[in-house]
Every structure is written in C-alpha cells, then in structure tokens.
C-alpha cells in the first residue's frame, strides 16, 4: 500500500521568504508527526496531531513554526521568515495508535535550504 | 525527560560477521522501544521494536534486538552482516507516559566491507 508522501522533495529559498511543506499519511492514520533532521541537531520532534485534540507543539523551535492539518488527513508545516539555520531535512511520519502498535513510519522527507 | 545515546558514530565489520550497534535509553516510565534504518537520501524505515513481552525482538531483514531493563539498553544484532546492511541506524524510545512523539539517538553508521 501507500506509504507517507512528502512534497516538494527539494526546496531552495532565500532568507526571509516564507516556505510550505506537505505531507500526506497514511491512509487510516489518525497520528501525524512532523521531526527534522539537522547536521548539528539530529533528528528533532516538532510537532504531533491525533484526530481532533490540540496538536501537541512542544517541539516547535520558535513562533516562525506552524502546522495544520486539514480534514485529519493531509498535514502543511508553514516556516516564515526563514533563517540559514532552518536548512534541514523535515520529515513527516503518521501512526494508528488504535492498531495497538503505534509504530511510526516515516516519508521521505523534504530537504530545504536556506540560502 | 527521556533520552538515547549511541555511543558509536560508526561501526565497521566485514561481511559475513556478526554486527552489534549499541543503543541505552532513559527514560521515567517504561519505554517503547525502536530500531529505524536510513538509506541515502530516504527516510527513516522502521526495522523492528519493543513494546512487552519477550525480551529478544526479531525484526526485517534479519535483525533481531535485545531489551535489556536492568542495563537499559536495547542493542541491535545481526549474525551474519551483508554490504547492503550498510547505513545509517537510529534508535529510538518513546515513554508510555510522556506522550507518543520519538526521542532519536545520535545514528551510527554501519559500513559492512565485503
């Protein structure tokens, strides 16, 4: 079946300008995480929907952060004004915690840089 | 809080050799416990994982992990490593009681030379 969908794959932008990151889970997983993954920081929690309580922000590094997630289902992570040291690979991963498993399976994630 | 440490950045074996990738955890609660493996310019791909039970864990691709409490650690095994095993490995935890997002190790990368 189909796994997590992370699009654009690539994103170039200059500093101060706004970017957009898609993800789409799986279908059926009510859970959805956004991590990033930096040189200097590893792989980093961000921010955790399920179903239709609050997200859980607590990894959000700053305000210039946000997520939505639209319908429960496709989910965007919105970096405005955005600074050298947000290049990174974002990755997105998606769960069924009423599966009993909760595994978490991962996308392929989306490699920005800041210029 | 809860945190992982792995305390290899690289690992290296020939092929045919067992291969061990160390992984200990901390945690307040009891943990879950993951292996993810990451190919060049991929995501992360779930290998295998601990949640009760028995303490060895068998996963894909012929590994296998083992939950040791008393230690807190959950290393990853193989008998017999392929060149293609070679990669980048993370362990993970998440607290049962602390919310479901994933603490990550460091990585180690495994590079098996045939």
């Known amino acids: 079946g189909a796994g997590v969908s992370q699009s654009p794959s690539n994103k170039v932008t200059e500093k101060g300008k706004d970017v957009e990151l898609r993800c789409d889970p799986i279908s059926g997983h009510t859970a959805l995480y956004w991590y990033r993954q930096s040189l200097g920081q590893g792989l980093e929690f961000l921010i955790y929907?399920?179903?239709?309580?609050?997200?859980?922000k607590s990894g959000l590094p700053s305000d210039r952060f946000s997520a939505e997630r639209t319908g429960g289902s496709v989910s965007t992570l919105t970096i405005q004004r955005t600074q050298q040291e947000d290049s990174a690979v974002y990755l997105c991963?998606?769960?069924?915690?009423?599966?009993?498993?909760?595994?978490?399976?991962f996308g392929p994630g989306t490699r920005l840089t800041v210029l | 809080a809860q945190s992982v440490a792995q305390p290899e950045d690289q690992v290296n074996v020939a092929e045919g050799n067992p291969l061990t990738v160390k992984c200990t955890y901390s945690?307040?609660?009891?943990?879950?416990l993951f292996w993810y493996v990451q190919y060049p310019n991929r995501g992360l791909q779930f290998l295998l994982k601990y949640i009760t039970g028995d303490n060895l864990v068998k996963g894909s691709y012929g590994f296998e992990a083992e939950f040791n409490k008393s230690q807190t650690s959950f290393h990853l095994k193989k008998p017999s490593a392929l060149v293609s095993d070679s990669a980048l490995y993370f362990c993970a935890v998440r607290d049962q009681n602390a919310g479901n997002m994933l603490t990550f190790g460091g990585g180690t990368r495994l590079m098996v030379k045939p």
């Open positions: 945690v307040s609660g009891n943990p879950y």
């Open positions: 991963a998606s769960s069924d915690p009423a599966g009993g498993t909760d595994t978490q399976y």
């Open positions: 929907f399920q179903g239709n309580s609050a997200p859980d």
